[in-house]
């Protein structure tokens, strides 16, 4: 039963990540009609956007290393601890969540730094076209992040006040083993917030109103007069930041790496599709739902039924649903079918 | 147009064969002419060939192609082991089965169209990739990759003598040159293939498909088998292609079957011009040139290169272009990606179609264009 | 031109094969001896030319890249020293010497460099236009056994010596050893064989460990390896758990450990998939935890101080293996450290250092054999020992070309002195302690002509 | 009238999308070698009903016969083989391949059948079905553009490729919906002359028309759809005088 529950809450984590992912690209494909293959990409960037927060506030001087005789060694110290004492301490301990406030920003010009230089004259070319190039473009962006950071992962710990682990299962009354970490259940919440904020934003203001129109029918809103170029760039901003900000945060459950777009963009193009092309809900539910599938697959008692299930678990879902349900499970008809 | 497009065909078929068999030659001066590139880009020229059957013809973007190849070596390497060293079982039974695969996976995906064909065919080889690198070990030998061994049955050829077998043709060892001319005999019989499609009646119902298939239904013609047919058709290049692979270099790896590995394929075609014939054999090669040949490029011969500079220039142009070879040359290839389909849509035959455009334009020679001038007004 | 060359080679091939027949029926020794006709005529014979080259085969892209490019710095570092220029590095500790530091038998040393991926094929596609195309005598390198075994199985068709780089699998001089192929970094056994008693002397013998491993051939050989000493230690294995590589997240891995009795938690990873476990078996807080009245335990039985970076703070304590470190306080590990912190500032990885003695020790023995023909280098190094590299006296074991030195178990250090103070050397376990015989993995060299 | 002169039957056939009736009760009897014309104002559910002929749409009830053979059910391809084709209002050609092509294409359908794997004959050696098709542009003054790119031509011109395409397969029954709306009154008449020619071959016809002119040029006789539900039906006469019609459709306007 304990196992079940945590295997439930990794689901759901797991989810959390692959919706928030999966969000920013089928609004960009819903409305934009782009397929974007640097997705990952600014899902990356977002999570070195933590770790260029982390190495700006941990500048530090390089005192000499008396210990090490046969070769000249530096101790470092960051600046900020020389100069605030603990109060420097707890600033750098507190570098990712911080960097969400940064990253806001950064995320958005970004995107619309993307979506005005390439991506704006991509929308009437054919998807292979599209494909191409914003695949050429996550490979310059992941080169460039690798020429500053290099290709190992760097360590972004989160703050150390939600370093451990929470015992829910005390706290609801479920016995003592039910332990979780304490990050990733801000994560959880965290993916929970965004999603929602999305949702409200598209449901609730006449912006958002526009894009949701947009996704319905890309041509009658541009005839309505409403200038749907400028709105378009501001969905790709918003794509950008959403994926950004689930970078940021899962820095500290995995410590970014170059390469770590690339190793997400096949996963959540699956979660789009499965979850329906041009359908916000669709990818939130089908998100979660192959984040907990995965999670049980690869329970012990499962994987000795069926070997190797949780290699190919995400795959067969996908097989499935698509051959059950034509567009995915909340699709429209006639949206990326040709 | 029938008589002159028939003798145009044995026209290109002519100048493709001499070509591709005097590739060692022309290929010399940019270092490409050694036997294991001049074999891979015969290899992925028929992989991409057959590719662009699907995808150029039928506009159905396939994203798990790769997983004919590698079911395509792994029977190769099997036949290998099971049977004999020599070369055509290998490729027979590689094609078969690259096009049984085809049929299961095509039969299976084509029930769906656009981007939820794409996803079903790379859910299927990402499924065949982590299976064959973990639990199908004992069939593929997993990370490390099928390769033959001393103690294989090899029931039709008998003991081994000292060492390992290679792969023949009938005696002919398949390394070197003369695996290259047997790719290269494959690679000019694919292509043969390649345009006899598509200049047949089957091949313009397979375009009419890519451009209205639901037209194509009201015009009396069930769509599903012309699709599955170029799917296996495909596949079955593919397995070629893997079969290849093996003979050439008798180890099998699961990675072969990655979707970067199906990502290549398509970028090698979309790259070289897709639905053209020589776009995607353009696309391999500049790919596969990249790969091998700027990726081993460093400083060191960079300022062999350079030497000609004055050393101040010489230094900062080695230091600039230091960060597009050798490890870079991913950065590279990203570069190229963009400025080709920025700006050449339609890849690189479109490039070539708008210079021969531009070039006789210049050669028709300006009284010519004055008098076209005056005609039109 | 390409016909030329297209026969000469078939020829050649032929040749080979007739000698190689011939000399199966003399056998005599005498036939491999310098000047003899055969040694004349064998694939890349830099013959009269003034260099030679090496083919460099690292990770250029991927997630190993940058150990490979730490890798591809020792190699310079080396094609320095053995032409002359610098300080020499470890020329001037290695016993016994023959390098003269004047190139390798007169000629000036030179090198190419190619981008494994981590992939099997493109290693191999790597390697393969390095012997075709420019003629190398000899390929090294490489951060993976899969890439390993590949390249090395490549090598012995194409008759070019391989000095494997990073490999720890036992199957690359066990089930797949090659006779072109020679090993200096240790292996899955050894970590298990040194980590055995230090486990017992810190966590007693009455523990109950849970595996996780990597789902392919490194991974199941390390767990293999490390089950065998702890079962031998008495501990109780309570479940092993295969993981895909490059799961990123393994919480879902992780969690059953948390209620499944065990107390300690061994990780059968490497690269990025140890950091990312390591990460996050931390934050589930499987450290603080109590099991049994005992202190909860993780154990990483492969360590390198590249991925200890990634892992940050997690490291701290946790016990492991390495081939190398640059603390190390012996002459040649010193004087290879001092050289390389010299040339680039940061001191070497293990990876670097054993890229680094590979390539001296080839270019060593080609030196004592006089030739470059590869089945005299072979034979010089089968059997080799050696001294003053790092590891202490080490001999090249005929039997399966895998070097037999000093392992060293380390541990997490938890108060680093430098960014590079990672690992806290906590033994050095002997040699004698990791021998085993070589018949246990079986696997055949195969013939010295092909 | 004898049974074996009706080649289309259409029997007590239903159709309704979410709660709008789209048709209601239809029945329609069609004469060989006739010309039926269907006209009725926009929503009528005249396109509906032709979606129900071709297998577009499957009927709530009811039964299409067509030569005696229940086409409910059938798969479009095979209806287009039992002989019924029908050209398109918005034009639906091949926008990717030469005008041509797009003649053969339909062409090769009607010599190969449902799926025919001719991957190694040449299109060069397809002299027959070339000329047919040259014939059937020709007719329809496309011939000067026989090998222009069909997506860049003028909307008229798409229009008048739709009927080649659908002429080309010499059908037994052609269902053509609004066949001259987009086109310049030069190139109605010269589409009307057209379709009185085929009518001289006893090709029969439904044809869906908003051009008065052209439905009475045309039509033998004349059906009027009004909410899905058949009004009228008689000679264009007839249908002329009926005060129900020009009620329902006409507004009481003078036709």
Redesign the interface.
């Known amino acids: 039963m304990d196992a079940i529950i945590l295997q439930l809450l990794n689901g759901l984590d797991k989810g959390g990540a692959y919706a928030l992912i999966a969000l920013g690209l089928t609004l960009v494909f819903g409305t934009l009609g782009v397929v974007n293959f640097a997705h990952g990409a600014l899902f990356m960037l977002g999570a070195f956007c933590a770790v260029s927060i982390q190495s700006l506030l941990t500048i530090s001087k390089q005192v000499k290393d008396e210990s090490i005789t046969f070769f000249d060694a530096y101790k470092e110290q960051p600046y900020l601890e020389i100069w605030w004492g603990d109060t420097g301490t707890a600033i750098i301990d507190w570098a990712v969540p911080l960097s969400i406030f940064l990253a806001i920003p950064i995320m958005l010009l970004i995107g619309v730094a993307m979506e005005r230089g390439l991506i704006r004259h991509f929308y009437k070319r054919p998807h292979a076209e599209q494909i191409l190039v914003t695949f050429g473009l996550a490979i310059v962006i992941q080169e460039i992040v690798k020429s500053f950071f290099g290709a190992n992962p760097i360590p972004t710990p989160s703050p150390e006040i939600v370093a451990g682990s929470a015992n829910i299962g005390l706290l609801l009354g479920l016995g003592e083993s039910v332990v979780y970490p304490w990050w990733r259940l801000v994560y959880l919440l965290f993916s929970g917030i965004v999603i929602f904020a999305v949702f409200a934003f598209l449901q609730f203001t006449t912006f958002g109103m526009v894009v949701r129109a947009g996704m319905q029918d890309r041509e009658t809103v541009g005839l309505l007069g409403i200038n749907v170029e400028r709105r378009f760039t501001v969905v790709f901003g918003i794509a950008a930041v959403v994926a950004g900000l689930a970078g940021v945060m899962y820095a500290p459950i995995l410590p970014p790496d170059y390469h770590m777009g690339m190793d997400f963009l096949v996963l959540s193009f699956v979660v789009v599709v499965v979850g329906g092309m041009g359908s916000l809900g669709g990818a939130v539910s089908a998100g979660f739902l192959l984040g907990i599938l995965q999670s049980f697959a690869s329970m012990t008692e499962v994987k000795s039924i069926i070997p190797g299930i949780d290699q190919i678990i995400i795959y067969l879902v996908a097989v499935v649903i698509l051959l059950t349900r034509p567009r995915g499970l909340m699709g429209r008809k006639g949206v990326m079918e040709d | ?3 002159p ?2 003798r145009n ?1 044995w026209a290109v078929m002519a100048i493709f064969t001499v070509a591709v068999l005097t590739a ?2 022309w290929l ?1 001066p940019i ?1 490409a ?5 001049l074999q ?1 880009f015969a290899i992925f020229g028929i992989f991409a060939i057959g590719f662009n059957i699907l ?1 150029g013809l039928t ?1 159905y ?1 396939s994203f798990g192609h790769a997983v004919f190849l590698g079911v395509g070596s792994y029977t190769a390497v099997w036949s290998f082991k099971l049977l004999t060293m020599n070369v055509l079982p290998a490729v027979v039974f590689g094609t078969l089965m690259g096009g049984v695969f085809a049929v299961l996976i095509g039969y ?1 995906s084509l ?6 064909f794409s ?2 065919t ?3 080889a ?2 065949s990739y ?2 064959a ?5 004992p069939i593929t030998n ?4 099928l ?1 033959i061994t ?1 103690n294989d049955a090899r029931i039709l050829d008998g003991p081994v003598g ?3 077998p ?1 792969t023949t043709l009938f005696g002919l ?1 398949m ?4 695996g290259f001319y047997f790719c290269a005999t494959m690679l000019i019989i694919a292509f043969f293939i390649s345009l ?2 598509f ?7 397979l ?2 498909i ?13 769509t599903r ?2 699709l599955l ?1 170029a799917f296996v058709i495909s596949g079955m290049f593919a397995g070629l292609a893997g079969s290849l ?1 093996a003979i050439t ?1 008798p ?1 099998a ?1 699961a ?2 079957m990655q ?1 970067t590995a199906s ?1 290549e394929v ?2 090698m075609t ?2 070289g011009g ?1 639905g053209t014939l020589i776009g995607p054999l353009l696309g391999v090669g500049i790919i596969k040139y990249f ?3 700027f ?2 490029l ?1 400083e ?1 011969g960079l300022h062999e290169f350079f030497a000609f500079m004055p050393d101040w220039l010489e230094n900062i142009v080695v230091a600039v272009s230091s ?1 597009f070879v ?6 590279t ?6 400025l ?3 700006f050449l ?1 339609g890849g690189v035959m479109e490039g070539i179609r708008r210079t021969t455009a531009v070039v006789r334009n210049l050669s028709k020679g300006p009284e010519k264009k004055a008098a076209e001038s005056v005609g039109k007004e | 031109m390409s016909d030329d060359k297209k026969t000469s080679e078939l020829s050649r091939r032929g040749f080979i094969k007739v000698s190689a027949a011939a000399m199966a029926a003399a056998s005599s020794p005498m036939f491999f001896t310098k000047g003899a006709w055969a040694a004349n005529e064998f694939r890349n014979n830099p013959g009269d030319a003034s260099s030679v080259k090496f083919g460099f085969n690292v990770p250029q892209t991927g997630a190993y890249a940058d150990e490979g490019a730490d890798e591809l710095r020792a190699y310079q570092l080396a094609v320095k020293h053995i032409n002359g220029e610098g300080d020499g590095g470890m020329l001037n500790t290695m016993k016994p010497l023959s390098l003269k530091g004047n190139g390798i038998l007169g000629k000036k040393l030179e090198y190419v460099t190619g981008d494994t991926q981590t992939k099997s094929d493109a290693a191999r596609a790597s390697a393969k236009r390095m012997i075709e195309k420019d003629g190398v005598v000899m390929i090294t390198g490489g951060s993976s056994s899969g890439v390993a075994v590949a390249v090395q199985g490549l090598c012995q068709e194409m008759g070019v010596v391989f000095m494997a780089g990073l490999t720890h699998s036992n199957d690359t001089t066990g089930k797949d050893k090659r006779r072109y192929g020679f090993r200096h970094f240790f292996n899955a056994y050894m970590s298990g064989a040194a980590l055995g008693p230090v486990l017992e002397k810190e966590m007693g013998k009455e523990r109950r460990a849970y595996h996780l491993t990597a789902d392919y051939t490194w991974g199941w050989t390390q767990e293999e390896s490390i089950k065998n000493t702890t079962e031998a230690l008495g501990w109780e294995t309570v479940a092993a758990v295969r993981t895909p590589v490059g799961a990123g997240d393994f919480s879902q891995y992780i969690t059953p450990v948390l209620n499944s009795g065990a107390d300690v938690l061994i990780l059968n990873h490497y690269g990025k998939d140890m950091i990312n476990s390591l990460t996050q078996a931390v934050q589930f807080g499987l450290r603080d935890k109590q099991v049994n009245g005992k202190n909860f335990e993780i154990i990483v039985p492969l360590f390198s101080r590249l991925m200890a970076q990634g892992a940050g703070d997690n490291i701290k304590g946790i016990l492991g293996s390495t081939n190398w470190h640059w603390s190390l306080q012996d002459d040649g590990s010193k004087a290879f450290v001092k050289s390389f912190w010299q040339e680039y500032g940061f001191p070497p990885s293990q990876a670097a250092q054993t890229c680094y003695v590979q390539a001296l020790l080839y270019a060593d023995a080609v030196e004592r054999a006089g030739t470059f023909y590869p089945p005299e280098v072979i034979k010089t190094l089968e059997g080799h020992t050696f001294d003053g590299m790092g590891n202490g006296p080490t001999e090249y074991r005929a039997a399966d070309h895998q070097c037999f030195k000093d392992v060293l178990v380390v541990r997490g250090n938890e108060n680093p002195s430098s960014q590079f103070d990672l690992l806290k050397v906590e033994q050095i376990v002997p040699r004698s302690q990791v021998e085993y015989d070589p018949a246990i993995f079986g696997g055949d060299l195969g013939p010295y002509e092909v | 009238m004898s049974e074996s002169n009706i080649v289309l039957n259409i029997r007590n056939v239903n159709k309704t999308f979410g709660g709008l009736h789209a048709l209601g009760d239809i029945n329609l009897e069609i004469e060989e070698g006739k010309t039926h014309a269907i006209i009725g104002p926009n929503g009528a559910g005249k396109s509906t009903l032709l979606n129900v002929c071709i297998g577009r749409l499957v009927p709530d009830s009811g039964t299409v016969e067509f030569e005696g053979q229940n086409m409910i059910g059938m798969q479009p391809h095979e209806i287009n083989h039992a002989g019924m084709v029908r050209v398109f209002q918005t034009p639906e050609i091949f926008p990717d391949l030469s005008v041509i092509e797009n003649v053969m294409v339909p062409a090769l359908a009607k010599r190969d059948g449902i799926f025919k794997f001719n991957a190694f004959s040449s299109m060069a050696g397809e002299k027959q079905i070339a000329d047919e098709a040259l014939h059937v542009l020709e007719d329809l003054g496309l011939g000067a553009l026989v090998n222009q790119h069909a997506g860049s031509m003028s909307r008229g011109d798409k229009r008048r490729l739709e009927l080649a395409m659908g002429l080309i397969q010499h059908p037994r029954l052609l269902l053509l919906d609004e066949p001259t709306a987009g086109m310049a009154r030069h190139d109605t008449n010269r589409t009307i002359d057209l379709l009185k020619k085929i009518k001289e071959r006893g090709m029969t016809k439904i044809i869906i028309e908003h051009d008065m002119h052209v439905v009475f040029s045309l039509a033998d006789t004349i059906s009027v759809l009004a909410q899905g539900c058949i009004i009228a039906s008689g000679t264009p006469d007839e249908i002329r005088g009926n005060p129900k019609v020009q009620e329902a459709y006409l507004g009481g306007a003078e036709l």
């Not at chain 2, 029930?111 to 939820?116: K, M, P």
């Not at chain 2, 390394?175 to 003369?178: F, L």
């Not at chain 2, 200049?199 to 119902?205: I, N």
């Open positions: 147009m029938s008589i497009a028939i065909d060692p030659l010399a270092g002419n050694y036997p294991d590139l891979k995808f506009g973007l299976v029930r769906r169209s656009g981007i939820y996803i079903l790379l859910a299927f990402q499924m982590n299976l690198y973990s639990v199908l070990t997993g990370e490390t990759g390769q001393m000292d060492g390992l290679s060892e390394s070197g040159y003369s006899r499609i200049r047949s009646p089957f091949g313009l119902k375009k009419a890519k451009s209205n298939q639901t037209r194509m239904k009201y015009t009396g013609f069930n088998p012309y047919v692979m270099d180890l790896g990675e072969r979707w990502g398509v970028l979309i790259l897709t790969e091998n040949i990726s081993a460093n060191a960060e050798g490890e870079g040359w991913h950065l290839l990203g570069v190229l990606f963009m080709v389909v920025i849509p």
